[in-house]
């Protein structure tokens, strides 16, 4: 029986569970160091009296660092295998972590928060390929979405810290406005270090390869070896079994060959990401406008505020949830086009007013809307079928160009929206930011490649 047959009859093994676990872990640190710094920045922002421009800048570093990291290491992944570039991605969180926590200036601080989103971008495409090609195709959707929940896990563990930090230098410090501008911020990303930390050692104990990876390169010893221990069971890989797949695909072969594959995997993300972080890294920002610009005092603004993120991130979980339990029963395609209309009805509530004002149920309903539909449907499956669409020679580089490209709109949705909010207004912003998600779904719809119940070798031939 080839490996493919074996693997696709296959329980879940202890191996897919630890790598799952693994690659789990790192999205989490993903979630919390992108959404920490949106708790983090109104801190800096006084510390190191940032202009405009700076704060934007620091927003967006992590996110162009991103579009690097995937658009670069995705392809070095199909190059030298995914467990090695595992490794090299959480030593760069720990170096960027801690110099981010230790930052002395605004360019520090800045060129720190890009290494920590060349970590993050080079995450996804790893992350992706690596469950995609380990895991039996029935349980494919639900392990791949699972791991991608703890982005959302990350974010609320980011906004929960962010509120025990700022509660704690009103409590024990006796100028805790001074003591949270100059210190509280270090401490929050201090977290980050902590974790990439645990996560770095962790990765140590289990240093699998994917036995796909090997047979792309033609190497049947390291293949046996990998999948006889994925699948805890002796197992014999031969080139009779499996025949050396195609393994020189250029890059340029996702513009011309599979180029709708790229269309598909990389235009929705684009478009969702645009809102995805123009809103999620200023959603405290967002709330204290909307719903307490009538409070003066700074830490309890700050707090309130990081307090609604908290409440606004529990939504995010719970759609990803809902999207473990229907992405094998409803399908990829339609959940993705569900999602966008959900969170363009998401941002259109946030638009809704009372009198002059927009009260705080309003605002809670409009995230809670957005952020489930988002997780509930593109948040997850754009990252799922970026690994899904692609052959498995060029499938980290397949999912690296769709993710760097996702990445792209990110940078624009925030770097742009400080901008716009004070130039158009909040509610012009939200109105923009839900035309491009009924945008997306029509992209969706019009590229659709669903690959539910599908094996990788049934998509490899589409």
Do not use: H
């Given at each position: 029986?080839?490996?493919?047959?074996?693997?696709?009859?296959?329980?879940?093994?202890r191996?897919?569970w630890?790598?799952w676990?693994?690659?789990?872990?790192?999205?989490?640190l993903?979630?919390?160091?992108?959404?920490?710094?949106?708790?983090?920045l109104?801190?800096?922002?006084?510390?190191?009296?940032?202009?405009?421009?700076?704060?934007?800048?620091?927003?967006?570093?992590?996110?162009?660092?991103?579009?690097?990291?995937?658009?670069?290491?995705?392809?070095?992944?199909?190059?030298?295998?995914?467990?090695?570039?595992?490794?090299?991605?959480?030593?760069?969180?720990?170096?960027?972590?801690?110099?981010?926590?230790?930052?002395?200036?605004?360019?520090?601080?800045?060129?720190?928060?890009?290494?920590?989103?060349?970590?993050?971008?080079?995450?996804?495409?790893?992350?992706?390929?690596?469950?995609?090609?380990?895991?039996?195709?029935r349980?494919?959707?639900?392990?791949?979405?699972?791991?991608?929940?703890?982005?959302?896990?990350?974010?609320?563990?980011?906004?929960?810290?962010?509120?025990?930090?700022i509660?704690?230098?009103?409590l024990?410090?006796?100028?805790?406005?001074?003591?949270?501008?100059?210190?509280?911020?270090?401490?929050?990303?201090?977290?980050?270090?902590?974790?990439?930390?645990?996560?770095?050692?962790?990765?140590?104990?289990?240093?699998?390869?994917?036995?796909?990876?090997?047979?792309?390169?033609?190497?049947?010893?390291?293949?046996?070896?990998?999948?006889?221990?994925?699948?805890?069971?002796?197992?014999?890989?031969?080139?009779?079994?499996?025949?050396?797949?195609?393994?020189?695909?250029?890059?340029?072969?996702?513009?011309?060959?599979?180029?709708?594959?790229?269309?598909?995997?990389?235009?929705?993300?684009?478009l969702?990401?645009?809102?995805?972080?123009?809103?999620?890294?200023?959603?405290?920002?967002?709330?204290?406008?909307?719903?307490?610009?009538?409070?003066?005092?700074?830490?309890?603004v700050?707090?309130?505020?990081?307090?609604?993120?908290?409440?606004?991130?529990?939504f995010?979980?719970?759609?990803?949830?809902?999207?473990?339990?229907?992405?094998?029963?409803v399908?990829?395609?339609?959940?993705?086009?569900?999602?966008?209309?959900?969170?363009?009805?998401g941002?259109?509530?946030?638009?809704?007013?009372?009198?002059?004002?927009?009260?705080?149920?309003?605002?809670?309903?409009?995230?809670?809307?957005?952020?489930?539909?988002?997780?509930?449907?593109?948040?997850?499956?754009?990252?799922?079928?970026?690994?899904?669409?692609?052959?498995?020679?060029?499938?980290?580089?397949?999912?690296?160009?769709?993710?760097?490209?996702?990445?792209?709109?990110?940078?624009?949705?925030?770097?742009?929206?400080?901008?716009?909010?004070?130039?158009?207004?909040?509610?012009?912003?939200?109105?923009?930011?839900?035309?491009?998600?009924?945008?997306?779904?029509?992209?969706?719809?019009?590229?659709?490649?669903?690959?539910?119940?599908?094996?990788?070798?049934?998509?490899?031939?589409?």
């Open positions: 029986m080839k490996f493919e047959e074996k693997l696709e009859n296959s329980d879940l093994t191996s897919m630890i790598l676990i693994l690659s789990a872990g790192l999205i989490a993903d979630g919390f160091d992108f959404f920490i710094i949106g708790v983090a109104p801190f800096i922002e006084k510390d190191f009296e940032l202009t405009p421009a700076e704060i934007g800048a620091v927003a967006v570093a992590a996110i162009i660092g991103s579009l690097v990291g995937s658009l670069t290491l995705g392809a070095i992944t199909d190059k030298i295998g995914r467990q090695k570039m595992l490794l090299v991605d959480v030593i760069i969180f720990l170096i960027s972590s801690m110099g981010t926590a230790l930052a002395w200036s605004a360019f520090s601080l800045i060129f720190f928060r890009f290494l920590v989103g060349v970590a993050i971008g080079a995450d996804y495409p790893i992350s992706v390929a690596y469950i995609t090609e380990n895991v039996p195709s349980f494919r959707g639900r392990m791949i979405i699972g791991a991608f929940t703890f982005q959302a896990v990350g974010a609320a563990l980011g906004a929960i810290t962010g509120i025990v930090v509660k704690s230098c009103v024990f410090s006796a100028n805790p406005l001074e003591t949270a501008i100059k210190y509280g911020w270090r401490i929050m990303l201090g977290f980050g270090l902590i974790m990439a930390i645990v996560i770095y050692f962790l990765r140590l104990q289990f240093l699998l390869e994917s036995p796909r990876y090997f047979i792309t390169k033609g190497d049947y010893t390291a293949a046996s070896i990998a999948a006889s221990e994925l699948l805890e069971m002796e197992i014999e890989i031969t080139p009779e079994d499996e025949p050396l797949q195609e393994d020189n695909i250029t890059w340029s072969a996702l513009f011309s060959r599979y180029w709708r594959q790229t269309v598909f995997a990389s235009v929705p993300w684009f969702q990401d645009i809102s995805t972080y123009g809103i999620g890294i200023f959603t405290p920002t967002i709330i204290s406008v909307l719903a307490f610009s009538k409070e003066t005092d700074f830490l309890s700050q707090i309130n505020s990081a307090s609604g993120a908290a409440l606004v991130d529990l995010l979980i719970l759609g990803f949830l809902v999207a473990v339990l229907l992405v094998d029963k399908g990829r395609v339609k959940l993705q086009i569900a999602g966008f209309l959900g969170m363009a009805l941002l259109t509530i946030l638009t809704l007013k009372e009198g002059n004002n927009t009260s705080l149920t309003t605002v809670l309903v409009g995230f809670f809307v957005f952020n489930f539909s988002m997780n509930a449907g593109p948040n997850s499956t754009t990252f799922l079928l970026s690994g899904e669409v692609f052959p498995t020679a060029i499938r980290a580089t397949g999912a690296g160009v769709a993710a760097a490209f996702a990445k792209l709109g990110a940078v624009l949705g925030t770097y742009l929206l400080p901008i716009l909010r004070v130039e158009i207004g909040v509610n012009r912003v939200l109105y923009i930011l839900a035309i491009s998600c009924v945008l997306a779904a029509v992209v969706t719809y019009v590229f659709r490649i669903e690959t539910t119940g599908k094996s990788l070798e049934q998509l490899d031939s589409v």
